[in-house]
């Protein structure tokens, strides 16, 4: 487990004046530092002074989790001087160079992205995230770096948090399997549209990540618009940024990679259960559908599956589930027939000619049976429908 900040989170402020330039390079060091810690050598990490974004207080944070920056005093300065002497700069000075450990996404010509199939260019936090994530994550699961579930883990947070969707119903879908706060961080920083439209947005959402962190800036009509008290505001988006990040890849740890192993097994089972392969039990109830999508694709599975049946966690019936073209899409690859939808019980039964038929929707995307075998009766007649 990652402790970054103590219950009192930075504490210190320093002030430096520099002739060069009046702007003030403030640090920020942990308030309780060990006597080992203490007497090595701190070493430094520069980001900008002034109003903060979320991806470089995210960035901030992630860097010190590593170690070769841990416990780094964090110095907010534009001045060139300053920042060359720094042993890492986010977000500031004009240059991306990991050799050096610059990590700036704003100068002319950047067009890093974070490769294996996305496409979104890098914010500072995802420069920071794709040269020290995998370090990060190996720690928290005291594991080494080349362990298969570092890079699983690598690419989901990447895409549930780091870059994240780009559909409202990507979103609604991220929300409900992986509780990974829909934040998009490398996008809204690089002011990437979510939508491929000039129409409007048909409504407006400020509770992401991104727009939480904005608010700590300092408020226009607070008399106190002191270095200082815009540092403590610094640090509080540090901590609110950091602390969603690490539960994010908590959450992925003990929910995510367990369900991932789940779906995987039913998968490779689906051929015990109907041998059109079309057909997949999930025999645990987890969430499923995001994988579900992943696995297929990885595992270059052919017929794509078209049913999943599962046990209902409210009651003793059985539950038949389309599966959907795409994540975000509502249309099924093979909904349930016309002629059921909308049935109920008995009705439902006569026309199915199966027993203990339980309901269909009226779109034909989930049916139900009161038995396992009243269920996998539904979806084998449905592939013939």
């Given at each position: 487990?990652?402790?970054?900040?103590?219950?009192?989170?930075?504490?210190?402020?320093?002030?430096?004046?520099?002739?060069?330039?009046?702007?003030?390079?403030?640090?920020?060091?942990?308030?309780?530092?060990?006597?080992?810690?203490?007497?090595?050598?701190?070493?430094?990490?520069?980001?900008?002074?002034?109003?903060?974004?979320?991806?470089?207080?995210?960035?901030?944070?992630?860097?010190?989790?590593?170690?070769?920056?841990?416990?780094?005093?964090?110095?907010?300065?534009?001045?060139?001087?300053?920042?060359?002497?720094?042993?890492?700069?986010?977000?500031?000075?004009?240059?991306?160079?990991?050799?050096?450990?610059?990590?700036?996404?704003?100068?002319?010509?950047?067009?890093?992205?974070?490769?294996?199939?996305?496409?979104?260019?890098?914010?500072?936090?995802?420069?920071?995230?794709?040269?020290?994530?995998?370090?990060?994550i190996?720690?928290?699961?005291?594991?080494?770096e080349?362990?298969?579930?570092v890079?699983?883990?690598?690419?989901?947070?990447?895409?549930?948090?780091?870059?994240?969707?780009?559909?409202?119903?990507?979103?609604?879908?991220?929300?409900?399997?992986?509780?990974?706060?829909?934040?998009?961080?490398?996008?809204?920083?690089?002011?990437?549209?979510?939508?491929?439209?000039?129409?409007?947005?048909?409504?407006?959402?400020?509770?992401?990540?991104s727009?939480?962190?904005?608010?700590?800036?300092?408020?226009?009509?607070?008399?106190?618009?002191?270095?200082?008290?815009?540092?403590?505001?610094?640090?509080?988006?540090?901590?609110?940024?950091?602390?969603?990040?690490?539960?994010?890849?908590?959450?992925?740890?003990?929910?995510?990679?367990?369900?991932?192993?789940?779906?995987?097994?039913?998968?490779?089972?689906?051929?015990?259960?109907?041998?059109?392969?079309?057909?997949?039990?999930?025999?645990?109830?987890?969430?499923?559908?995001?994988?579900l999508?992943?696995?297929?694709?990885?595992?270059k599975?052919?017929?794509?599956?078209?049913?999943?049946?599962?046990?209902?966690?409210?009651?003793?019936?059985?539950?038949?589930?389309?599966?959907?073209?795409?994540?975000?899409?509502?249309?099924?690859?093979?909904?349930?027939?016309?002629?059921?939808?909308?049935?109920?019980?008995?009705?439902?039964?006569?026309e199915?000619?199966?027993?203990?038929?339980v309901?269909?929707?009226?779109?034909?995307?989930?049916?139900?049976?009161?038995?396992?075998?009243?269920?996998?009766?539904?979806?084998?007649?449905?592939?013939?429908?």
């Amino acid at each position: 487990m990652f402790r970054v900040f103590s219950t009192t989170l930075i504490s210190a402020h320093r002030r430096f004046h520099f002739n060069s330039c009046p702007c003030r390079a403030l640090h920020l060091t942990r308030a309780l530092m060990s006597t080992t810690a203490a007497a090595a050598v701190v070493k430094r990490v520069g980001t900008h002074n002034g109003s903060f974004h979320c991806d470089e207080a995210l960035g901030c944070f992630m860097i010190r989790l590593t170690e070769k920056f841990s416990g780094a005093h964090i110095v907010r300065t534009r001045d060139p001087q300053v920042l060359e002497t720094l042993d890492a700069v986010l977000d500031v000075g004009g240059v991306y160079d990991a050799s050096r450990d610059r990590y700036d996404h704003h100068q002319k010509g950047f067009e890093e992205v974070f490769g294996h199939g996305f496409n979104t260019k890098l914010s500072s936090a995802g420069l920071v995230y794709k040269h020290f994530g995998k370090e990060i994550i190996a720690k928290e699961l005291q594991v080494d770096e080349e362990h298969p579930n570092v890079h699983r883990l690598f690419l989901a947070i990447y895409k549930n948090f780091i870059e994240n969707a780009n559909t409202k119903a990507d979103l609604t879908q991220l929300a409900n399997e992986t509780c990974c706060n829909a934040t998009a961080i490398d996008a809204i920083d690089n002011g990437i549209n979510q939508y491929n439209t000039d129409q409007p947005p048909r409504y407006v959402n400020n509770t992401h990540l991104s727009s939480r962190v904005g608010k700590l800036n300092l408020d226009w009509v607070d008399p106190d618009q002191s270095a200082e008290k815009e540092n403590t505001a610094f640090e509080r988006a540090m901590a609110l940024a950091g602390n969603e990040f690490l539960d994010c890849l908590r959450y992925l740890v003990r929910s995510w990679l367990p369900a991932r192993s789940i779906v995987m097994e039913c998968i490779e089972a689906r051929l015990d259960v109907d041998p059109s392969g079309e057909i997949m039990v999930l025999n645990r109830s987890c969430p499923w559908k995001l994988h579900l999508f992943e696995l297929e694709e990885e595992m270059k599975i052919s017929p794509l599956l078209k049913y999943v049946i599962y046990q209902d966690d409210r009651s003793s019936n059985w539950q038949v589930q389309a599966v959907k073209i795409a994540p975000d899409k509502f249309e099924s690859r093979k909904a349930l027939p016309a002629q059921w939808r909308g049935l109920r019980d008995d009705e439902l039964s006569k026309e199915s000619g199966i027993p203990g038929g339980v309901f269909v929707h009226m779109s034909g995307f989930i049916g139900g049976n009161q038995t396992y075998e009243g269920a996998l009766a539904m979806a084998t007649a449905a592939l013939e429908l």
